[in-house]
């Protein structure tokens, strides 16, 4: 009898460094979770587990999401146990209450609330609870302002997002929303459309004179309050430009001219804002018309010979009309009482609101609600579009036209509406997690924002795909940050110039001449020529401001360099001129 023996070889699957073997394959160590993928519950993408629906990622890979608190990735807080089936709910250890898909600790709890509500409850080293703040919060439970905040009514303000140019401490002004800190930005004010950010303030353009970067608030005489300026004594105009003039009996003073009393109407202004006054006699400008001796009124208000009968003429978003009084709807420009329309009759008699807005019985109006608009709150407003889900989103939370089909924040986020204490409202984008927001609808990868510019894709060379940029023809870099220049040049502000007019800083940031001249070719070549707020030191414009001893042209004290009209300090000191040691 021929006996054959066999010899069985078995081979264990070698994974690089970083990856661990799971069955056949080998997958990133981040992904992997007591021997499966994902806890068999999603899939691993780019080193991280994308969870099924109804699924979030935890400690424990991805677990019910009603069992996962987002804030800390704790799996039932780490002393529970969560349902086998749905409703998934945590079952607690004795001393540890059910709250927010966690069981938290007494130590963490204030006033029923996890960390007073502006923490998380984490644990340590050693095992032990303890509340990690909020970045504009401190204490033991997040009860008060961190050195980096502004109480401000009953929350802490990032000191970032605070101003007293309106008068008082106010959030943005007042006319913005404060976007909090993140790893990659610091806290800044998002303002409302018609704003500009001046001082840490959202500033209504209304009330800005000067041109752009050289803004003045109300020329400097006044103060901004609800858009318009409240001028200083002495002072009068739209934006407090003119000084107060003492005239004659019969005339007052008005835009820095005397004007006769017999133009000023009932509302104090020169012949209602709508005309000028000529001998003693309103004359009307285009589109308006002469109701009474002093009140140039808009065509728009007359209805049937009269001033928007049952209703005031008001400029609303800079065109004026009919707002109709209580008991009065508005339709085809009249004032017409008791109609919140429900139809249309054959003669096209007013018919009420699509279950996109509300009623008002007093008024007889039908309010939508802010996306919609129409006669029936049927369509879009003029502030929204149609998705392709249907729904009517903000054209502020609209950041690109896909084959004509809307897309929503980048695709990275979700559309959201907070109030202002002017009590305006603004909309705009809540990016996903590892994105942030740009403007009120752009959700960016951080990974394609560059750390040396403030808030801008790419460094605007490119476009950001996958977390990663795609640079535009002749750029290169993690941003797109540099640019092939000639040989003899560097790039610095958007442009090749001489490399002997580019100065280079440790971190990698360039400027012309400084940022303080421009370069000009002279008898040796090229060189700076400077602006009147600096001088030449070692060849290169420095400001002014910086110079610690003009005798011996010391730049920061001799502990730092100048840049953008500030030191930046050497290692091991501090202050505005570095002249102390750290």
């Not at 959030?171 to 303002?191: D, M, V």
């Not at 309050?225 to 001028?231: A, P, Q, T």
């Not at 739209?238 to 005339?251: A, D, F, H, P, V």
Request: proline share 4%; with cysteine; glycine share 12%.
């Amino acid at each position: 009898m021929l006996l054959i023996g066999f010899i069985v070889v078995v081979s264990a699957l070698v994974c690089p460094t970083g990856r661990v073997a799971v069955g056949e394959n080998c997958y990133p160590e981040d992904c992997v979770f007591n021997g499966t993928v994902c806890s068999g519950r999603g899939d691993c993408i780019g080193s991280t587990c994308h969870c099924d629906k109804g699924y979030a990622l935890s400690e424990q890979g991805c677990q019910p999401e009603d069992c996962v608190n987002r804030a800390t990735k704790y799996y039932c807080g780490r002393h529970g146990v969560c349902s086998a089936t749905a409703p998934f709910t945590c079952t607690c250890e004795d001393g540890y209450i059910s709250m927010s898909h966690s069981c938290v600790p007494s130590d963490c709890m204030s006033d029923g609330k996890i960390c007073n509500g502006k923490g998380a409850c984490m644990y340590g080293p050693d095992d032990k609870p303890y509340c990690q703040c909020l970045e504009s919060y401190a204490g033991e439970l997040c009860e008060e302002c961190s050195a980096r905040s502004t109480l401000i009514g009953p929350h802490c303000i990032p000191n970032e997002c605070v101003s007293d140019i309106m008068g008082e401490p106010t959030t943005c002004g007042g006319h913005g929303i404060c976007i909090p800190s993140t790893k990659a930005t610091k806290a800044f004010c998002l303002c409302l459309p018609g704003m500009k950010n001046i001082g840490n303030a959202c500033i209504p353009k209304t009330c800005l004179s000067g041109e752009e970067e050289n803004y003045n608030v109300c020329t400097g005489h006044g103060t901004c309050r609800k858009k318009s300026c409240l001028c200083d004594e002495g002072y009068e105009g739209s934006l407090c430009q003119y000084k107060t003039r003492n005239c004659e009996e019969g005339y007052v003073s008005k835009d820095g001219e005397c004007v006769s009393q017999l133009c000023i109407s009932g509302s104090g202004d020169v012949c209602s804002g709508g005309g000028s006054c000529i001998v003693d006699h309103c004359v009307c400008d285009q589109g308006f018309t002469l109701v009474g001796k002093t009140e140039c009124t808009p065509l728009q208000c007359i209805v049937l010979g009269q001033v928007c009968p049952h209703g005031t003429c008001k400029n609303t978003d800079g065109t004026w009309g009919c707002v109709c009084n209580r008991a009065y709807v508005s339709y085809d420009g009249y004032c017409v009482p008791k109609s919140c329309i429900t139809d249309y009759s054959p003669i096209g008699t007013p018919v009420l609101c699509s279950g996109h807005g509300v009623c008002d019985y007093l008024t007889g109006v039908c309010n939508c609600n802010y996306q919609y608009s129409g006669k029936h709150c049927d369509l879009c407003s003029t502030y929204s579009v149609t998705t392709s889900t249907g729904e009517c989103v903000p054209l502020t939370c609209i950041s690109d036209m896909q084959e004509d089909v809307p897309e929503t924040c980048s695709g990275h986020g979700v559309c959201q509406r907070s109030k202002l204490s002017t009590d305006e409202y603004i909309d705009y984008c809540m990016c996903d997690d590892g994105y942030e927001l740009l403007d009120t609808s752009k959700c960016v990868h951080r990974d394609c924002l560059n750390p040396s510019t403030t808030m801008v894709e790419c460094t605007n060379h490119g476009q950001c795909f996958d977390g990663r940029c795609i640079c535009n023809s002749g750029y290169f870099g993690r941003y797109c940050e540099d640019y092939k220049c000639p040989e003899g040049e560097l790039y610095a502000s958007t442009a090749c110039h001489p490399r002997q007019c580019v100065s280079e800083y440790s971190d990698g940031q360039r400027r012309v001449c400084g940022g303080h001249g421009h370069c000009v070719e002279g008898s040796n070549g090229f060189e700076c020529e400077c602006n009147h707020n600096a001088v030449i030191l070692d060849g290169i414009c420095t400001a002014t401001t910086c110079i610690t001893n003009s005798d011996n042209g010391v730049v920061c004290s001799g502990n730092g360099v100048c840049r953008d009209n500030h030191c930046l300090c050497d290692p091991g000191f501090r202050g505005g001129y570095c002249e102390r040691a750290a």
